[in-house]
């Protein structure tokens, strides 16, 4: 996931970059709203991945045990990566 989102934001970059006559309105604000709304995804995912499977749905489908309690810190990482955006944005 972290990958993909390296992947993601490079592309993004170099869109940007790429078209130097266009007059940028990207700043600082427009980087952080859309690093919040892939945030927003990645956490609304998880979310929804928990409140939809059990632990042992993920044990029964032939996960090893920790599997589960990791998607829970995921889960709970994605949203404080939320929260901290947020937080960014409200103080800008
Ligand atoms: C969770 O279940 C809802 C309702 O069926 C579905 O719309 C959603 O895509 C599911 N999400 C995940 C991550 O499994």
Redesign the pocket.
Known sequence: MKVSRCVLFGAAVAVVHSRPAVKRAINDATILNYALTLEHLEAT?YQ??L??YTHEDFLNAGFPDPFYSNLEQVASDEQNHVEFLTGALTGM
């Open positions: 995912f929804q991945g409140q939809n």
